[in-house]
């Protein structure tokens, strides 16, 4: 797996396509990584004990790798250019 944790990703399919995150855990048998702020799930919890609060969460699900492609520096900050050419 070329993706490791710390890099910066863009989504490339599914309901979170094209956003970017940071990949905070990779999952090598499985071909999958967590990525920061994508595929947010609710987790529904009930408190263990007296002073452990349960409710609804919302934690990073993992997404498959092919799904996501690295990104760099450069491909960051560049925008889509017109090839049209302004009429005079």
Not at 5 to 14: K, S
């Amino acid at each position: 797996m070329r993706i490791k944790v710390n890099d910066n990703v863009r989504v490339l399919t599914g309901k979170d396509k094209g956003k970017t995150g940071k990949v905070i855990k990779t999952l090598a048998k499985e071909q999958k990584v967590v990525v920061e702020g994508i595929n947010i799930s609710k987790r529904h919890t009930k408190p263990r004990t007296n002073n452990d609060n349960g409710g609804i969460f919302d934690i990073e699900m993992p997404i498959h790798v092919s799904n996501v492609k690295l990104v760099d520096k450069k491909e960051e900050k560049s925008t889509k250019k017109s090839t049209k050419k302004a009429s005079k």
